[in-house]
């Protein structure tokens, strides 16, 4: 079994979590693939007594390759996202960031998750994507998000207008600092922050939410995942700020842009016992009484 494995950077007071990762991977004989970045900072530090190999793109992934771990926060797993496209390469997240939403396996429990998946006692969870269609190159090779999409003005800019339409027929104009087309794994995370709601990962739809609109009866709202939804963007300067999950462009207000649904999805990770509503009353502490 090969297991890739990708961080952003380690921690002096990681090292100890990450050595006993690398043991348990031994003892259940699986061949890691590091990603480079990530080997370059712990390969003098950690005794590698086992085959391995590194990649540092998308096409430096063998096919062989079972699964990818990401070790992070959110945002880790999020970068894990576009290194796999659509392989069908299923990701585990691993947290070692704060909250964990997507990465929500605690560091203590690595030496259960590494034995499930050498075993094969897991389940993957199907996310749906967003996808970036516009008549200039954006975002390269990877114009897709697990999250959302999102349109926002610039940093000290007025307000923006967003003209938005679903499949060509008018919804409505936007007057706002931006507009976010959350995915429903993305409904816990951007948009709720916006009084988006929340969305169960396999409801089929997207999320429209506005940042900061100028009119209050604006509220979100929830659409079927199979409308194109295309966008004018009207204000007082040239550009504006275009993001897909944490990746950014500055995009001028001529392009055409439009989101959709993308053609394949991405396969998480988890464990038997956890599963949304669990994550739910975790992370966002729903049910907990702090009064005493």
């Known amino acids: 079994m090969k297991i890739a494995i990708y961080s952003r950077g380690v921690e002096n007071d990681q090292m100890k979590d990450i050595s006993q990762l690398f043991e348990h991977l031994m003892a259940n004989g699986v061949e890691p693939v590091f990603f480079q970045d990530f080997f370059n900072q712990f ?54 960031g704060r909250l964990g939403f997507l990465a929500n396996l605690g560091k203590e429990e690595i030496s259960t998750a590494i034995d499930a998946i050498a075993n094969r006692k897991y389940v993957t969870d199907s996310r749906t994507l967003v996808h970036l269609d516009a008549n200039v190159p954006l975002f390269g090779k990877t114009p897709y998000g697990l999250n959302e999409f999102s349109i926002h003005k610039m940093d000290t800019s007025p307000m923006i207008k967003i003209h938005t339409y679903l499949n060509g027929e008018f919804l409505n104009t936007y007057w706002a600092d931006g507009l976010i087309v959350a995915t429903p794994t993305g409904s816990t995370g951007y948009s709720l922050s916006c009084n988006g709601p929340v969305v169960f990962p396999d409801s089929s739809s997207f999320v429209i939410t506005p940042v900061a609109p100028h009119n209050l009866n604006i509220r979100p709202i929830i659409i079927p995942d199979n409308n194109i939804i295309s966008f004018e963007v009207e204000g007082r300067t040239d550009g504006f700020i275009c993001t897909l999950d944490s990746r950014r462009e500055i995009v001028s207000k001529e392009v055409q842009l439009a989101v959709k649904k993308e053609s394949f999805d991405i396969q998480l990770i988890r464990m038997n016992e956890n599963n949304f509503l669990q994550t739910l009353r975790n992370k966002l502490s729903w049910g907990l009484d702090k009064r005493n």
């Open 43 to 96: 390969y003098c530090s950690v005794n590698l007594d086992t085959n391995y190999s590194t990649f540092s793109s998308f096409e430096d992934l063998d096919q062989q390759v079972d699964c990818m771990i990401s070790l992070g926060g959110d945002g880790t797993l999020l970068d894990t996202v576009t290194l796999v496209r659509d392989s069908g390469i299923p990701i585990l997240g691993i947290n070692y």
